[in-house]
């Protein structure tokens, strides 16, 4: 799964340049779909993740347990793909341009 979850970055990423090299609002709009559908994909890959989450060892003192490298890799493609969706949401409204700006 979290194969699946690198493959998918990368795909997001392509996505991204073929944006910044024909900057038009259509393709840009078809971008925040395809955006949308890999977040809710890699939502779909941390709810149904079968392994083990949690690491073996356990702080005392700070009470955390942290996620398993696995876990983690499907979990922060998840959360830098929901912030790259609202940047780009932002960025079609006009709100903030940072995703864009190099173009």
């Known amino acids: 799964m979290s194969l699946i979850s690198i493959v998918l970055d990368l795909i997001a990423l392509g996505a991204y340049y073929l944006q910044l090299q024909i900057p038009t609002l259509s393709l840009r709009v078809m971008g925040i779909f395809f955006q949308a559908l890999i977040v809710i994909i890699t939502l779909v890959l941390v709810i149904t993740y079968k392994g083990r989450r949690f690491g073996r ?20 493609s998840f959360l830098i793909n929901g912030l790259v969706l609202v940047l780009y949401i932002f960025s079609i409204t006009g709100r903030n341009t940072l995703i864009f700006s190099g173009s």
């Open 57 to 76: 060892f356990y702080d005392y003192d700070g009470h955390a347990r942290p996620f398993t490298i696995r876990f983690a890799i499907i979990f922060v």
